[in-house]
């Protein structure tokens, strides 16, 4: 099920992901297809002026966190999330990446948890959303 953590507010419909269906949906199941970039625009209103902000990425797999590989976790940068940091309190900002999903991955359904973290590794964003691998 879609859900949201972390100091940001976020609006979960707001969100949108490659292969996810609706986006007034946030039960929705999202199809990853193996050997292509799913693409993800998350916007969100930081609660605190993040001098970091990091991305990490992982699959839970029988309650077991598995770290997914990321390009650049680095949100700050234009390939890593385009943030422009720090970030400015109280106005809505749009973090846009893209994970590479590779064709080496078992097919298999499991839940992706996908976190911005600040420089003290505290989340401003914390989202887990379905994901079929295919």
């Avoid at 199809?31 to 002026?49: D, V």
């Avoid at 990490?56 to 976790?73: C, D, M, R, S």
């Avoid at 064709?103 to 994901?131: A, G, H, M, T």
Wanted: aromatic fraction near 6%; glycine fraction near 10%; charged fraction near 15%.
């Amino acid at each position: 099920s879609g859900s949201g953590k972390g100091s940001a507010q976020i609006d979960l419909t707001a969100i949108n992901i490659t292969g996810c269906g609706p986006p007034d949906r946030p039960q929705r199941n999202c199809l990853f297809q193996k050997g292509t970039n799913a693409q993800m625009t998350l916007p969100f209103i930081p609660a605190g002026p993040s001098s970091v902000v990091r991305t990490k990425v992982h699959g839970i797999l029988a309650g077991i966190p598995i770290p997914f590989p990321l390009p650049n976790e680095d949100g700050c940068s234009p390939a890593g999330g385009g943030l422009t940091c720090p970030l400015t309190p109280n106005q809505l900002v749009t973090y846009q990446t893209q994970l590479p999903v590779s064709k080496n991955y078992p097919s298999l359904s499991l839940k992706v948890r996908w976190q911005l973290e600040d420089e003290n590794k505290r989340d401003i964003v914390c989202i887990e959303f379905p994901v079929q691998l295919r």
